[in-house]
């Protein structure tokens, strides 16, 4: 009976010692799993970079320019040109240390900083070998980040909710301004052709009506030539009998001669040469009544006194009327008895055709070198001209609607070449203006225009340049704007603006330099630029 319980005790025994086994197994695969070693790495190397530092190899400089044994890597002494061998100290001028700052952001600063007594690296790593009393405070730096991207982001979307307002507001706008351009579009097509129809009308109006009138005031002008032929044809047969001493029907020179009036030097005697001042080549011709009044007689008119107009003179003078002071005048005067209407044709008769202007419309119907009214039209012109007017009227009506709608198609053109943004987020800012004050000036952006500045003492504005284009790197196209072509400056270039556009709850200028001679920086924000982040991205790139 010993026998069985003793075999009994040995398996239990054996079970127990096979799950204790198996537990301690266990517990060591766990831990090895748990218990990841850290990478050994040299101080001041980022994680990145670690395959280049192998402690089983010679290390070669990162610029190829040594290579030297791993043992002298942080030995404190420069060996290569671009400190490579020396990241995790001060040796090298040209190093950078790059600090972990687990639970933050890392970083790199210049080796100089390291042990230099200031903690640049929120886990001191940058300064294991100085009196420096340091805080490893990155956890606490990384919810601190981790709060205010919270917050960012928070803004982030806030703002993308507007900038979805602004893409509605902005498709509205594409959509009227399309459709406005459309029939804009339609309607000068149909202007265009219905004011070529009322041209032809116009001009086939104008053309009688310019007939009838060039007939009426023809006619008008013959009956006064006739007249004024007349008129002088009367003068010169009252003058010649006077000139004409011995009476035998022929004016000579020395007839001519005895006339005082035709004396040119003032001296009292008449002579051949005073008649040749006078009246050219003429003076020295035998003249016979009828060739006396159609040549002589007009170049002698002004200047000949007959008896009549001497007595006329002398009985003016004697009358109190004389005593007034009567303004010199241009208009000639003309010897011997003449009626009012004879003294509106003192004129060369050609000349006087020649000046006569009529309105084209009829409406003046004076003559502008006597002021004798025209007579007035017939019927028959008269219908001509209302006609003629009438076609005008509607003509220029039509143009003037043509002329109107190409000014609105020349203004809503700019919607057409200008980049709005993707889905048109930025159209509801065009020719909007914002500024900027600060110290000495004012600066004011208006989009897709202009950006100037004034002076806050007083003074006109200056371009800094007018809008180009959008000008952001790839991936933000609509982050930059770029202003060019401004005011030229004193021995410099033309003025010229960038405009930095990130992403805000309010469309704000914020920010104002010239960080060269004449380019000038400004920072503007605005929900048009707000977009959804990679939340995951985002938070793996910062911790």
């Known amino acids: 009976m010993a026998a069985p319980c003793e075999i009994s005790r040995l398996s239990n025994y054996l079970s127990n010692l096979v799950i204790l086994v198996v537990v301690l197994l266990c517990f060591l695969c766990v831990r090895q799993t748990v218990e990841t070693p850290q990478v050994i790495r040299p101080r001041g190397v980022p994680i990145s970079k670690l395959s280049l530092y192998d402690p089983e190899k010679e290390f070669r400089c990162l610029d190829g320019s040594n290579v030297i044994q791993f043992q002298y890597v942080n030995d404190d002494y420069c060996d290569c040109v671009d400190g490579s061998d020396e990241p995790g100290t001060s040796a090298c001028p040209h190093g950078f240390f790059h600090c972990t700052n687990r639970g933050y952001v890392p970083k790199f600063i210049p080796s100089s900083r390291v042990n230099d007594g200031i903690c640049d690296c929120c886990d001191m790593s940058d300064e294991y070998d100085s009196d420096a009393q340091c805080a490893n405070n990155c956890r606490e730096l990384g919810a601190e980040r981790v709060e205010e991207e919270k917050i960012k982001q928070e803004r982030v979307k806030l703002g993308y909710l507007k900038k979805q307002e602004l893409e509605k507001d902005g498709a509205r706008l594409n959509k009227e301004y399309t459709e406005k351009l459309e029939q804009l579009e339609n309607s000068r097509d149909e202007l265009q052709i219905k004011k070529e129809e009322l041209e032809a009308i116009k001009n086939s109006a104008e053309e009688p009506e310019k007939q009838a009138k060039d007939d009426h005031k023809n006619n008008w002008l013959e009956e006064k030539k006739s007249r004024q032929q007349l008129l002088l044809q009367k003068e010169a047969e009252a003058a010649f009998p006077l000139i004409d001493l011995d009476k035998d029907g022929i004016v000579t020179p020395e007839e001519l001669m005895a006339r ?167 159209l509801p800012l065009d020719k909007q203006c914002f500024e900027y004050s600060e110290r000495e000036y004012i600066y004011k952006l208006c989009f897709y225009e202009k950006v100037t500045q004034r002076p806050k003492a007083g003074g006109g504005e200056t371009s800094l340049g007018t809008w180009e284009k959008w000008d952001g790197p790839e991936g933000n196209r609509y982050g930059r704007m770029l202003f060019s072509s401004g005011v030229q400056c004193w021995n410099g270039p033309k003025r010229s603006a960038q405009v930095e556009v990130h992403c805000g709850l309010d469309n704000e200028l914020l920010s104002a330099s010239e960080p060269n001679r004449c380019e000038y920086h400004f920072t503007f924000t605005s929900p048009a630029v707000c977009d959804l982040p990679d939340d995951e991205a985002v938070m793996h790139d910062e911790l």
């Open 260 to 426: 005082k009036e035709f004396d040119s030097d003032g001296d009292g005697v008449v002579t051949a040469e005073d008649l040749k001042t006078r009246f050219g080549d003429d003076g020295a011709k035998d003249w016979d009544l009828e060739t006396f009044a159609e040549t002589l007689w007009y170049k002698m008119k002004y200047i000949f006194d007959s008896p009549e107009a001497a007595e006329e003179e002398k009985s003016e003078e004697e009358s109190p009327e004389a005593q007034e002071v009567i303004p010199p005048t241009d208009e000639p005067v003309i010897e011997g008895e003449v009626d009012e209407e004879e003294e509106d044709f003192d004129e060369d008769v050609d000349d006087y055709i020649d000046e006569t202007e009529v309105d084209v419309d009829g409406d003046d119907k004076t003559d502008n070198t006597s002021g004798e009214p025209m007579p007035e039209y017939d019927e028959e012109t008269k219908k001509l001209i209302q006609a003629a007017l009438e076609a005008r009227r509607n003509f220029d009506e039509v143009e003037k609607q043509l002329k109107d709608v190409e000014s609105d198609l020349s203004e809503l053109d700019r919607y057409t070449k200008h980049d709005y943004g993707p889905k048109h987020e930025f």
